[in-house]
Each structure stands twice: as structure tokens, then as C-alpha cells.
């Protein structure tokens, strides 16, 4: 079992840069598939961008792509989101989620373990 807990958060003008971090516990988690969901008010999660257990293949919303990076450093136990060219609709609470077989999965249900969230907020 792994526990997951975000930060970097925060406010930040549109245009600008944030980078979210997850740190993961548990001697497990190089094993683990990532993703980084999001969930703004009225809305339900959606889907922001994927990581195999090797950080070698990924995915990406198409709302997200060619302007966020999800990465990882297995021996830090940490997962990573840049958020570059950030827009007010990015405005959101922002999780990372794992789940123990290493693939990418794009829905929630794929994912058993979820951190608290970080709130995003980009003002216009």
C-alpha cells in the first residue's frame, strides 16, 4: 500500500508556471502506475495526465497537452505535474492517484489509492 500526499499548489496569474509535487511512501512505488487527476467546483474528476512505473510512456488530456509534463523520480519516491501556460479553466483541486500494476489508465476507478488534493487556482 502506498499513502500519497501533494503539494505546490497555490495561486498564480494565467500565463504563469506551477509545479505539483506527490510524495509517495512505501518501498512499492517504482512499481506503481500514476496519474494526476483534477476537480473543479460542480464538476467531476477528470482525467489530466498519466505515467507508467518507469516514467517512460504517458498521456496527457487534451486540454493539458503541450502544456503540462507529468514525470517521477522512483528513488525519491515522487511524482511530479509542470504546469506551464496555465488558464483560469485550469482552476481546479489537483490529485494524484497510483495503482499497483504499472501501465497508464485514464479513468479514476483504475486508480485505488488517492491523495488529499491540491488546490490550483489561475487568475484571469
Known amino acids: 500500500q502506498v499513502q500519497l500526499v501533494e503539494s505546490g499548489g497555490g495561486l498564480v496569474q494565467a500565463g504563469g508556471s506551477l509545479r505539483l509535487s506527490c510524495a509517495a511512501s512505501?518501498?512499492?512505488?517504482?512499481?506503481?502506475?500514476m496519474a494526476w487527476f483534477r476537480q473543479a467546483p460542480g464538476k467531476e474528476r477528470e482525467f489530466v495526465a498519466t505515467i507508467n512505473w518507469s516514467g517512460t510512456i504517458t498521456d496527457y488530456a487534451d486540454s493539458v497537452k503541450g502544456r503540462f509534463t507529468a514525470s517521477r523520480d522512483n528513488a525519491k519516491n515522487m511524482l511530479y505535474l509542470q504546469m506551464d501556460s496555465l488558464k483560469p479553466e485550469d482552476t481546479a483541486v489537483y490529485y494524484c492517484a497510483g495503482r499497483r500494476t504499472g501501465a497508464v489508465f485514464t479513468i479514476p476507478s483504475a486508480y485505488a489509492y488517492w491523495g488529499q488534493g491540491t488546490q490550483v487556482t489561475v487568475s484571469s
Open positions: 512505501g518501498r512499492t512505488f517504482s512499481s506503481y502506475g
